[in-house]
């Protein structure tokens, strides 16, 4: 099916290790986007891409570092995890700017010890 | 810069009894609104959203969406709940013409429905 996959579902890491989250979509979209959730919080922007090769920061963009490289897949990594850090990463693509068809993936449990 | 409250943070309800959930923004133009809800170990789906005209918008799953720019304010409404509706729900604005339309969450309101 169509969609966006994100790997892997759940790590448990210890503070100091470093990691990689990997977003694809198979739905050619030009945006895509990093969440992070955190109860009480909704959804806080990381980083974005508005395209192949290009990213940008969000809101909560310290600790964090992303790339892409090809247009379907969208890279998270942490180069030094701590605590802080701990929640459940969400990916999203989008064919527009506007935010009506975003399709989440369903999502990355991290926890950092 | 935008934001998004949303009051209640839990809501219990009764099967077949009406829900509504609050929502309110801080948005300096007019905003792109849209409600998402998230069930258990899953995603987030679109309810619906709104951009502009008709000020009561209808979504999926029986679900509609008022906006009053005077209150600011964007309230999700169901008049009649099922089980399948347990969920976390989050209202979000969007800024229009932000490269990348990065949208701001609101914290969430998480619905039990009771038998």
């Known amino acids: 099916n169509a969609g966006v996959t994100q790997t892997p579902k759940f790590r448990v890491l210890k503070t100091g290790q470093s990691m990689t989250l990997l977003c694809a979509q198979d739905?050619?979209?030009?945006?895509m986007y990093w969440y992070r959730q955190d109860p009480g919080m909704g959804l806080r922007l990381i980083h974005y891409s508005v395209g192949e090769g290009t990213t940008a920061k969000g809101e909560v963009p310290d600790g964090y570092n992303v790339s892409r490289l090809k247009k379907q897949n969208f890279l998270l990594g942490l180069e030094s995890a701590a605590p802080s850090q701990t929640s459940v990463y969400f990916c999203a693509s989008s064919y527009n700017d506007r935010g009506d068809v975003l399709t989440f993936g369903a999502g990355s449990r991290l926890t950092v010890l | 810069a935008q934001s998004v409250t949303q009051p209640d943070i839990h809501i219990t309800v009764s099967e077949g009894a009406s829900l509504e959930l609050r929502c309110n923004y801080s948005?300096?133009?007019?905003?792109?609104l849209f409600w998402y809800v998230q069930s258990p170990g899953q995603g987030l789906q679109l309810l619906l959203k709104?951009?502009?005209?008709?000020?009561l918008v209808q979504g999926i799953k029986g679900f509609e969406a008022e906006f009053k720019r005077s209150q600011s304010s964007f309230n999700l409404r169901k008049p009649s709940v099922h089980w399948s509706d347990a969920a976390e729900y989050f209202c979000?604005?969007?800024?229009?013409?932000?490269?990348?339309?990065?949208?701001?969450f609101g914290g969430g309101t998480r619905v039990l429905v009771k038998p």
């Open positions: 709104y951009f502009s005209g008709d000020t």
């Open positions: 948005y300096g133009a007019t905003p792109y």
């Open positions: 979000a604005v969007g800024a229009t013409g932000a490269a990348g339309n990065k949208l701001t």
């Open positions: 739905m050619n979209h030009e945006y």
